[in-house]
Each structure stands twice: as C-alpha cells, then as structure tokens.
C-alpha cells in the first residue's frame, strides 16, 4: 500500500542501518515512547540489529497498559449490573482486571461488546434505547478526540443513555517522570508519531531545555524507526539537544489545531494514576463540568469500588518504566503469554511483552 | 474527516479510533528517499511504486 511498502524497503534498511553504526562512535540508550514503534522495532528486527550500537528501552505509550486496574475493574462492575452494556477496543477487554479480563466477564454473561470507534458505540445507544451504552474510553491524545467527538454526537442527538469511563491519558508528563527520575538511563526519545499529529511538537520545546535531551518526533514504520534512531544518534554524537520531526508528512509543527480544540472543548486536565508509575501530575484528562452528564462514573455512583489486587508475580511495572526488558520477567513465556496474560503489555498490540513474546519466537523460530 | 477538514479526494489520511487525524503530505513523505539517495548507495524513490 502507498505510503506503507516503500518505507520497508530492505535495502534502504540496510542503508540506514551502515550509517547509524558508522555514525555512533559509543554505544547510546534510547526510548521509543510509543508500543506500535516498540512492535514495529522488534517485529522488523531492529532491535537485534542495533545490539551494542544503540539499546533500546520500551516506553510507556500502550495505552491499556497504563491503565489503572481500579478502572478496569469499575468497568467489569459495570457490565455486570445487567442494564449497562460495557463497549471498548478489542484490546482493552482482554486486560486483567483484578480477578479476571472484561472478555472473562462476557464469557461469564456479563454485557461487554468490542467495538471500533466510540461512535460505533453512540450508535448503538441510539439504537437501543432501554439499554445504557458505556464506552470505557483508554488511550492518549490521539483516541481522546475520537471520544469527545462522541460525546458530542450523543449531547447532540440527546442520547440520555450513552456515558464515558474515561481512563485517557497524556504522553508528555510521562516522560518528564521519565526524565526527571534519578535513576533515568534514557539519552534521547524517540516521539510518539500519532500523539504529535494531534499535539504538534513544540511543546517538546521547553522539554528539550529542561532535561537537555534531543526529542525525534517518529513515525512506525521500519524506515522511519531506522531515520530517527539515525537523527537521535547524530544529535547525541554532535553534543546537541533539540527537537526534530522526522515524520514530517503526518505531523506538522503545531499539530492538528482542529483535534486539539475538541479535546479543550470537552476534556481538562488532571492528575491521573497510571498503572506502573503511580500519580502523574498532568498526565490524564477528565470531562469538563458542562459534559459531567456523560461522565460514567457519576451516573454509576452507587457501584461499589473492590480492592485492587495486582498480579504478584507480574513485573509490568518494571517493564513498563523501562527497569527491565520483557524476558527478564520470571513469568515471561512461562505462565504468561498472550493467550493467558497475567499483565496487559503481554496483551495488547502495542504492550511491550507481546512484542518479545511475539517476534522472538518468529525470529528463534 | 471532522478533524481533516482540508483532505480532498484521492488524499492519503491517518485514521486513528475511527476519525482521521491527518493528511499526508505527499512533499514530506518523499524527503527521506531524498536523503537516502544523498546517504549514497541507494537510488532513491520516485514516486509511489505501482
């Protein structure tokens, strides 16, 4: 497909590849923020091809991964009152929860449905007046403008049974935590390519000068992985800190003015516990007062709150913060796989551990 | 498209959750064959591949 293939193309690859190592004069440590960059570099190989020459270390851009188990598990509660029908993405429904996955619920008979977009389900709540539709609304700033489009829609068409659970959240007070940690081995970041089609880059601006580390806004496929490794090693080697794009045909500087009105319109900011990191200052979004009648949890006030309880022998904390690498996990492989997920990067198409568990067995195999 | 109001027909865009994020641009998406070709042993590309 245009814009897909040619950015995978092998010899170009390999091109890439000669000049970051003939560039790197010593070995340099990176983090890719985004899961889909995480897939894109592990499933092309790129991660094995770099070995000693730039060490990547996974970020926390999987959205249902950082999301706080208290939300998941409200949204199980949910789905079993009877009247509500729980809708999320597909890859939402199948994290643990405390004690099972919103699917493990569905099996069970609860009303849990897996839709595409959260106007799919507006659309369905208009269609089913007597039920009350939730979409348990995960993700960054690039989901959230779909959600508050949503919103919206069902203000508009007066749909008094369609709320949110919204568990958004923001990339870039992230990695200030990151970056702010004394512990922080991360020279250089690689951006995530979809939350700047929406946010722009130039707030990574005053991020730049304060933690004096060179930002490359990136796109996903192996190309754009390979060019901005490429534009981070060169920054890092010529002593500099600044921001670059290299995914300049998706990303402009200011971003998408339109998406970034609508989340205003719709959303403010908030601290927010992410799973792994415990409260970020800044780092999520919750709806406005004038939308609070969609807020889900506001019209499900009665439904009790039940202790949260982590899986003990699950290090996604770990992994998620970038502390250790996928298969250091004692449960990694072994009692922990996609099929059976103890934590939710083995889950989701974005989570870190798939991606190991994923391609490393492609590429052993 | 409520959020890429400026795509017009036969444009590339970035759908993300069901509602397009962007347009590409067809000027940007072309530079980094360009400095490939600059890196040297490439030949560049011209052009989608059809």
Same mark, same amino acid.
């Given at each position: 497909m245009k814009y897909l293939d040619e950015y995978r193309d092998s010899t170009a690859a390999r091109t890439l590849l000669d000049e970051i190592r003939r560039v790197a004069t010593r070995?340099? #440590?990176?983090? $890719?923020?985004?899961?889909?960059?995480?897939?894109?570099?592990?499933r092309h190989g790129i991660v094995s091809e770099l070995e000693g020459t730039v060490e990547l270390i996974h970020g926390p851009g999987c959205p249902v991964c950082v999301t706080p188990l208290e939300a998941i598990d409200l949204a199980q509660q949910l789905s079993r009152r009877g009247d509500v029908t729980l809708t999320s993405f597909g890859d939402m429904l199948r994290v643990p929860g405390s004690r099972q996955s919103l699917l493990e619920v569905q099996a069970a008979g609860g009303r849990v449905r897996s839709v595409y977009s959260p106007l799919d389900a507006v659309e369905l709540a208009r269609r089913n007046p007597l039920e009350q539709i939730?979409?348990?609304?995960?993700?960054? $700033? #690039? #989901?959230?403008?779909a959600t508050a489009l949503a919103v919206q829609q069902a203000a508009r068409d007066g749909l008094e049974n369609?709320?949110?659970?919204?568990?958004? &959240?923001?990339?870039?007070?992230?990695? $200030?935590?990151?970056?702010? %940690? +004394?512990?922080?081995?991360?020279?250089?970041?690689?951006?995530?390519?979809? &939350?700047? #089609? &929406?946010?722009?880059?130039?707030?990574?601006g005053a991020f730049v000068d304060r933690f004096r580390l060179p930002v490359v806004v990136t796109g996903f496929e192996p190309l754009d992985l390979l060019e901005g490794i490429l534009a981070c090693v060169r920054q890092l080697e010529a002593g500099q800190a600044r921001v670059e794009n290299q995914y300049a045909r998706s990303v402009r500087a200011a971003g998408n003015r339109t998406a970034q009105d609508l989340l205003r319109e719709v959303y403010e900011i908030c601290d927010c516990r992410w799973r792994g990191f415990g409260v970020i200052p800044s780092g999520g979004l919750r709806l406005r007062d004038r939308w609070q009648a969609f807020d889900a949890r506001r019209r499900f006030r009665d439904v009790p709150a039940l202790p949260v309880v982590e899986a003990d022998q699950c290090r996604s904390a770990d992994v998620l913060a970038g502390r250790i690498k996928p298969p250091e996990c004692p449960a990694f492989g %072994?009692?922990? +796989?996609? $099929?059976?997920?103890?934590? %939710?990067?083995?889950?989701?198409s974005e989570g870190a551990c798939a991606a190991y568990h994923r391609y490393r067995i492609l590429q052993n195999g | 498209m409520a959020c890429v109001t400026e795509a017009d027909e036969g444009d590339y865009v970035i759908v993300h959750a069901g509602i397009a994020i962007s347009r590409i641009d067809p000027i940007e998406a072309q530079r980094v064959f360009d400095e490939l070709a600059a890196l040297g042993d490439d030949d560049g590309w011209r052009g989608p591949r059809t």
């Open positions: 070995p340099w #440590t990176l983090m $890719e923020v985004c899961g889909g960059q995480t897939h894109g570099l592990l939730v979409f348990f609304a995960g993700g960054f $700033e #690039t #989901t959230a403008p369609f709320s949110l659970l919204v568990a958004h &959240v923001r990339v870039q007070p992230a990695m $200030e935590a990151l970056a702010a %940690a +004394s512990d922080n081995r991360v020279q250089g970041f690689l951006a995530a390519g979809h &939350v700047c #089609t &929406v946010m722009g880059c130039e707030s990574y %072994a009692g922990c +796989s996609p $099929e059976s997920p103890l934590g %939710a990067p083995m889950v989701s | -």
